[in-house]
Each structure stands twice: as structure tokens, then as C-alpha cells.
């Protein structure tokens, strides 16, 4: 059998990308800077998931988090220029669920 030598960066966005949830997240955020509360209420998610989620993907640089100093204190997510680059990749995967899915 022939060994396959699976690309690191590949199988770490994959990964990435894969964990429940995640790909819907940035999905939702195409829109444009959304709270916390406009995510949670889009997605059938649960809040702990979703900080999560939102937290491992502040990390990668995909989301910012800006808070605001308004009384009270108002946060928004967006996508970041790497995680705005998702789109293609997310458009076209709703293109073709569109077509193959039922």
C-alpha cells in the first residue's frame, strides 16, 4: 500500500475548521461585525460552545474581538483579513450543498 504524506498546514485547517460548529460561526460573520448575542441566537448553539469556539478562533487570528466602553460594555466579532480569505472556500462549499445535498 502506498504511504500518503498528508500536508501539515492542510490537515491543521482542516482540523481547525472541522470542530462542530466553527465553519457555521465564520459563515454567520460573512455578514459583517456581529455580538455575541446576535451569533448565539443565528446558531442553535450553546454559549459555552460558542465562546469557545470564538476564543480558539480569536487565537488563529480568523476573528477579532473589539470591545467597546459604552456603559454597558458592548462587544463585536468580526472576521479578520486571514479569516475574510475563508469566504471563497465557504461560498463555495454552500454552492455545492446546495447542489449535492437533500
Known sequence: MKETKLCPRL??????LGKRWTTLILYQLLDGPQRFN????AL??????LSERLKE???EEIVQRKVYAD???????SLTEKGSALEGAIRE????SQTWIK
Open 11 to 16: 490537515s491543521k485547517a482542516m482540523e481547525l
Open 38 to 41: 446576535e451569533i448565539e441566537s
Open 44 to 49: 442553535p448553539v450553546s454559549g459555552r460552545l
Open 57 to 59: 478562533l480569536e487565537k
Open 71 to 77: 456603559v454597558p460594555v458592548r462587544v463585536e466579532y
Open 93 to 96: 462549499v454552500e454552492n455545492w
